[in-house]
């Protein structure tokens, strides 16, 4: 499986961007897809995460509120919908698709990058 991220930009504060992430070369629909993200000289953090049914969802405080994460299995797509951006946002996102019983990342997309300017 591969993981293609796309969606990232420049947006100022305030502003709203989709982040796209899709499979090829296999079925995503039995991983947990997540999203992090990594500011420069800062480590990888979690966003945002799905289980495979779509029906529970997970964020990181920081993004409560302001972040949805969804997935359409039929598209074998996860989105990453980013609302009231602030700079303290912008970084590169990563999807990912990780075991759901070990929680253990299988799969890296690589990487978009947001850049939220004031």
């Given at each position: 499986?591969?993981?293609?991220?796309?969606?990232?930009?420049?947006?100022?504060?305030?502003?709203?961007?989709?982040?796209?992430?899709?499979?090829?070369?296999?079925?995503?629909?039995?991983?947990?897809?997540a999203?992090?993200r990594?500011?420069?000289?800062k480590?990888?953090?979690?966003?945002?995460?799905?289980?495979?049914?779509?029906?529970?969802?997970?964020?990181?405080?920081?993004?409560?509120?302001?972040?949805?994460?969804?997935?359409?299995?039929?598209?074998?797509?996860v989105?990453?919908?980013m609302n009231?951006l602030?700079p303290?946002d912008?970084a590169?996102?990563?999807?990912?698709?990780?075991?759901?019983?070990?929680?253990?990342?299988?799969?890296?997309?690589?990487?978009?990058?947001?850049?939220?300017?004031?």
């Amino acid at each position: 499986v591969q993981l293609q991220a796309c969606g990232g930009g420049l947006v100022q504060a305030g502003g709203s961007l989709r982040l796209s992430c899709a499979a090829a070369g296999g079925t995503f629909s039995r991983y947990v897809m997540a999203w992090f993200r990594q500011a420069p000289g800062k480590d990888r953090e979690f966003v945002a995460a799905i289980s495979w049914s779509g029906g529970s969802t997970y964020y990181a405080d920081s993004v409560k509120g302001r972040f949805t994460i969804s997935r359409d299995s039929d598209k074998n797509t996860v989105y990453l919908q980013m609302n009231s951006l602030k700079p303290e946002d912008t970084a590169v996102y990563y999807c990912s698709a990780n075991n759901p019983w070990t929680a253990k990342t299988v799969y890296w997309g690589q990487g978009t990058q947001v850049t939220v300017s004031s």
